[in-house]
Structure formats: C-alpha cells, structure tokens
C-alpha cells in the first residue's frame, strides 16, 4: 500500500472528512485515548459510513511512518492530481488570480508550511514543478493542518511553460529573490499575480527566475543570508494581501 494513502494528525483528517468524504476508506484511532479532540472526527467518520478501528500506538507509527499522528490516521484514496489544463480552468473563472509558484522544495515541512501560508492568505492555487518536488505525502498533509485538502495543488511536467501560459493569461510574475535589487515592499503586488518562491538549497532555477516579470528580495537586516522558504513564501503573500485589502 502507498504512504500517500495515509493522511494523519487532527486539522488535516478533520478537512478530509470535510471535503473530500468519498475518499476517506477507513480510520483508526489510538487505543485507549479518551481525546476529545477525536470524538467529532469519529462521528463524522461514522457519519460518511467509514469504519473506525482501535489500533496500538506502535501500529499507527507504522502505518504513518511517523509519530506526528495525534493519534488519528485514515487510509483514503488518492486525491486526483491536478495539472496545466485545471490551472487554466481555475485562471479562467478567476477574476484576480492570487498565484504561489514553488520552484522545486522538496522538504515536506517546507511544502507544507507553505500551503498553510498559502491558505491562510487566500491564494487560489500553488504550482510546483511534478519533478524535483515533493508531492502531498502524509507529512505534507500533516504539517499544512488541513490546508493540503482544501489549496489546489498543480504539478506541471514544464514550469517556464506554465508560467508563459500564466503570463499570456495576464498574470505578473514576481519571483522572490535574496540578491534581487527590488525591494519587496516597494512591488505592487495588487493585481493578477504569482509570487515565485525558490528551492532550499538553490533558490529559483535560472530559466523560471528569467521567466519572472520582476524580482524582489526581503530586505535583511542580520548576518544571515536568506529566509527558511516557508518563512519568506509567508513575508511575501501577506505582503500582497496587506495591498490588496489596501
Ligand atoms: C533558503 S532560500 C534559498 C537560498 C539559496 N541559497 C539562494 O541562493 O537563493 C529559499 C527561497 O526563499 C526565498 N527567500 C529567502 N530569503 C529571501 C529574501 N531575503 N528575499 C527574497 N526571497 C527570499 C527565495 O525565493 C529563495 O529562493
């Protein structure tokens, strides 16, 4: 059986449940634990007909891989992959698209701290490179409390593609760059947009940061040379929603 089948932790069964029931096969909650916590996950397990078992904690940490588990994990089917035509489907229903471009992270942490923030400041889609990323495992999920099952998540075979594709569709492209001589604060960042984060360790591809309309940095004050990715993928979105509440 695939890892990617288990999803696990509270936030991320409990939006599972919520939006996406047909796919949920069956849960098991930790043996002996009087959660309270737990309690409306299996009714609404029950709810939506899934067959909740007792399992030990050895076995959810199997099952898991993990120990992160809070004593929850279901087994569901896996969400349909979405990809350039569905991009293109959500950007023509979208009056100003609010876009998060991920140029290859490939820490689930990362990846999923990333689709909180994205969440959190109402992004409508991410788009990730299907090579040299990391998908949405369990720990992704995990990690992003919920959002993993509710932010479209687009995986394109050719990024420098998509982002023309974006571009002919009038989004601007800005991607977030520590060298970059633009100041983030000073962008406008008010229209149709994407915002394109780097990879950990070497930051934006040279084709996606030439195929970028702009380039902005977060201004640094320390010793320090860049941000986590999740850290500074947060700075830049809620820098765009404060303008764009403006
Ligand atoms: C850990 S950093 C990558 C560092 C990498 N060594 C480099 O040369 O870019 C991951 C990504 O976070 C973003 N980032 C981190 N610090 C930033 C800053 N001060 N300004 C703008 N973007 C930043 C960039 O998109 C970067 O590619």
Redesign the pocket.
């Known amino acids: 059986m695939k890892k990617q089948d288990f999803t696990f932790g509270i936030h991320a069964v409990e939006a599972l449940l919520k939006n996406s029931p047909e796919r949920v096969i069956e849960m098991w909650v930790l043996q002996g634990r009087d959660d309270q916590r737990l309690m409306p996950l299996i009714a609404m397990a029950a709810e939506y007909g899934v067959s909740v078992q007792q399992a030990s904690r050895k076995a959810l940490d199997d099952k898991a891989g993990s120990s992160q588990h809070q004593g929850v994990l279901v087994r569901a089917k896996p969400a349909k992959q979405l990809n350039d035509n569905d991009l293109l489907a959500l950007l023509d229903k979208t009056e100003t698209p609010f876009l998060l471009i991920l ?1 290859g992270v490939t820490d689930p942490h990362n990846l999923g701290a990333c689709l909180r923030n994205a969440d959190a400041a109402g992004v409508h889609g991410v788009i990730v490179p299907r090579d040299n990323s990391v998908g949405l495992t369990p720990t992704v999920s995990k990690v992003a409390c919920g959002a993993a099952e509710v932010v479209p998540l687009f995986q394109v075979t050719n990024l420098a593609r998509t982002m023309k594709a974006l571009q002919e569709k009038g989004v601007w492209i800005v ?6 001589e633009h100041d ?1 604060y000073k962008a406008d960042l008010k229209g149709p947009i994407a915002i ?9 591809r040279r084709l996606t940061r030439e195929s970028c309309d702009s380039l ?5 004050a320390g010793s320090v ?5 999740s ?3 947060g700075i ?1 979105l809620f820098e765009a929603v404060r303008q764009r509440l403006g």
């Not at 040379?225 to 990715?229: D, E, G, Q």
């Open positions: 140029d991607g977030a760059a520590g060298e970059a983030l394109a984060m780097g990879a950990e360790d070497k930051g934006l902005a940095s977060i201004p640094m040379s860049s941000l986590n990715v850290v500074a993928t830049c």
